[in-house]
């Protein structure tokens, strides 16, 4: 899914039905939450709890039947997220405020107003209470019959296009369209499937069998893979695997970063990691499960909270809807051990190493292996280990686990981690990057944070046939060391 936030302006008067309608709906949603589960800890049913709600506040004649029954599923949906029933509204920090008297209650209750959420109904054109106007400049809400008109801000670009045509498909009645209206915009959901003429949407790439795109995320650093794995041969043999170009981006995210600019860092890595895919032939795209564990824990607790974000939901949100746009397909795969794995095996950096093993356990999976994990024995570790010439003493002498191969590199305190080269802006001949063997370009437009790091020895393409007749490309692969 994907949406658009547009500012709005309206009257005071409209500004005052609208704060009505949010403290009701805000309410509702506080009642469906605290009310989902009995006291035995079983769930309601939907129709219970939305029974509830409405009897609570349909009276009041300010949010319809539709709202409230909106309300009661993000209720449920909160519950869900938190079933302990724990979640405070407004935030916990804004509550001690209120408690030790910093704030007092009408800046409490203002804290405590959500958005107004009216979801999709395709039979209503695309949503039964908001209509965008042809050109997108105005929307209008329509509640027991009080129309309020809001003159949202001119959306140029991408934005102001997708704007545009959700509008002349919702009045056909063709789409779904969920809005959200907070005090200073209007938030509009769409599914980017539905618009046939998205400006993100590119021509599919023949896909070639056996090759797959992994990506490594961490708070700094993001690594790209692209790894082959003959179509015969076995997914679960490292050996099978051959690593055939790389990327490393450093985000550089400012402490003073907003949101906003956290998004725009994102979504130019999302792009590089699909362009390497699509030029490559890559069909699938391989993340790493769990990233909700992944936490970024410096003293800047604003820049924390932006990267413990994005790791967790905006950067996959972005890849999987930029893949599904460009025709790719986005797998998640189980990541223990990856890193050490992955360092073990390929010639690369310490990240788009970890990224190569992620690839080969998105083809392992897809290829219906259970088990995502490479076969391993003392003979496989200690082939993996020749070009670094590392002790292998302290690992064990017989059929093993890479639980036990990596407690055994801890224990014997080995650096298995190939590092990052120093990035550097300047593509001068003296740089840094160069002299490590890596180009360095910026990742977005001028005074924009980020840097991506390409070999210097690019592999070279053969043609078999002519790119743009839509025909596969064979390609070399990157000589190893």
């Known amino acids: 899914m994907q949406t658009i936030s547009v500012p709005y302006r309206c009257t005071d008067e409209a500004r005052v039905s609208l704060t009505s309608l949010r403290r009701v709906c805000s309410a509702a949603v506080r009642t469906a939450y605290a009310n989902a589960r009995r006291d035995d800890g079983t769930a309601l049913r ?33 519950r869900r997220i938190r079933p302990d029933g724990s979640l405070v509204f407004g935030g916990r920090p804004q509550l001690e405020r209120r408690r030790k008297g910093l704030i007092g209650r009408g800046a409490w209750r203002e804290v405590r107003l959500r958005p107004m959420c ?19 400049a105005t929307c209008t809400l329509t509640v027991y019959g009080r129309p309020v008109v809001l003159q949202l801000a001119a959306m140029r670009g991408k934005a102001g296009e997708i704007l545009r045509q959700v509008a002349g498909l919702a009045a056909a009645k063709a789409i779904n369209l969920t809005f ?27 896909a070639v069998a056996g090759r797959a795109l992994g990506i490594d995320l961490n708070p700094d650093w993001i690594g790209l893979s692209v790894v082959e794995v003959a179509p015969e041969a076995d997914a679960g043999d490292l050996s099978s695997a ?22 725009e860092t994102l979504a130019a890595a999302a792009g590089q990691a699909l362009a390497l895919a699509r030029a490559w032939g890559c069909g699938e795209v391989v993340l790493e499960k769990g990233l909700g564990k992944l936490r970024s824990a ?52 310490d990240a788009c190493a970890s990224a190569a093993e992620i690839a080969r356990r998105g083809m392992a999976a897809a290829r219906g292996i259970k088990d995502v994990l490479p076969s391993c024995t003392h003979e496989v570790v200690s082939g993996l280990w020749k070009d670094r010439g ?15 191969v990596h407690r055994g590199i801890k224990a014997a305190a080995l650096g298995v981690r190939r590092p990052h080269p120093e990035l550097a802006p300047d593509p001068g001949p003296l740089s840094a990057s160069r002299r490590a063997g890596y180009a360095v370009r910026r990742l977005g437009l001028r005074r924009r944070p980020g840097l991506v790091a390409r070999p210097l020895a690019r592999p070279q393409a053969r043609r078999d046939s002519p790119q743009n007749g839509g025909e596969r490309l064979a390609l070399s692969t990157l000589k190893s060391g």
């Open 46 to 78: 939907q129709k219970e709890l939305r029974d509830l709600v409405k009897a609570r506040f349909a009276h009041l004649r300010i949010a319809d039947a539709w709202l409230l029954h909106c309300a009661t599923l993000e209720g449920m949906d909160l």
């Open 118 to 136: 009216s979801r999709g109904d395709a039979t209503q054109h695309g949503n039964r209470h908001f209509r965008l106007s042809a050109d997108a």
């Open 180 to 206: 959200r209206l907070d005090a200073t915009h209007l938030h509009v959901t769409l599914d980017p499937a539905d618009l046939p003429a998205h400006p993100e949407r590119l021509a599919p790439v023949p």
């Open 242 to 263: 051959r690593l055939l170009d790389h990327r490393l981006i450093r985000l550089e995210v400012p402490p003073s970063a907003g949101a906003e600019q956290v998004r």
């Open 298 to 349: 410096g003293r800047n607790r604003r820049l924390n909270r932006l990267l413990n974000h994005w790791a967790r939901r905006v950067f996959g949100a972005l890849l999987a809807r930029r893949a599904g746009l460009a025709g790719l397909t986005v797998r998640e795969v189980w990541g223990g051990y990856s890193t050490t794995i992955g360092n073990m095996a390929f010639p690369a950096p």
């Open 390 to 404: 590392w002790p292998i003493a302290a690992l064990p002498q017989r059929a093993c686990g890479w639980a036990d």
